[in-house]
């Protein structure tokens, strides 16, 4: 069980999982960027997405390296991900519960959960 310091626990195989499914929806938003003129509110809201999942994935992949966002930058960070979960729980609450993409958005909860968590911690060390 991995177990950092201030007291989140998970296995590592889904902190594993977590980084990977990360990755994976940085790159799928990436993808997407072309289809939307810049400037637009879809444009800049894949902008702050793509972000907020970078981020996430250095914090997953490097716990205990000092984070070298400020704290209002953590902050704008934080909300591209909770929107993430309103949306996608609400979307869970349409879909049937054993298809697969019941299972998908579940894991993407998850996911997301995880690097909210690990976020939290880390801006939590930088006010100490």
């Known amino acids: 069980m991995s177990n950092i310091k201030e007291g989140i626990k998970y296995h590592e195989e889904e902190l594993e999982d977590a980084r990977k499914h990360l990755h994976a929806l ?3 938003c990436r993808k997407m960027l072309p289809k ?3 400037k637009s509110p879809q444009h800049t809201l894949l902008l702050n997405q793509i ?7 250095d914090v997953l ?17 934080l909300e591209p991900l909770a929107s993430i979960i309103r949306k996608s729980e609400k979307a869970l609450e349409k879909a ?33």
């Open 36 to 38: 939307f003129p810049e």
């Open 26 to 28: 940085t790159e799928n």
């Open 51 to 57: 972000r907020a999942l970078e981020v996430s994935y």
């Open 96 to 128: 049937k519960p054993h298809l697969p993409q019941a299972k998908r958005l579940e894991r993407l909860i998850k996911t997301i959960t995880i690097s909210i968590e690990h976020l939290n911690l880390r801006e939590n060390r930088m006010i100490k």
């Open 61 to 77: 992949s490097n716990p205990d390296r000092n984070c070298s966002e400020p704290k209002k930058s953590m902050e704008s960070i």
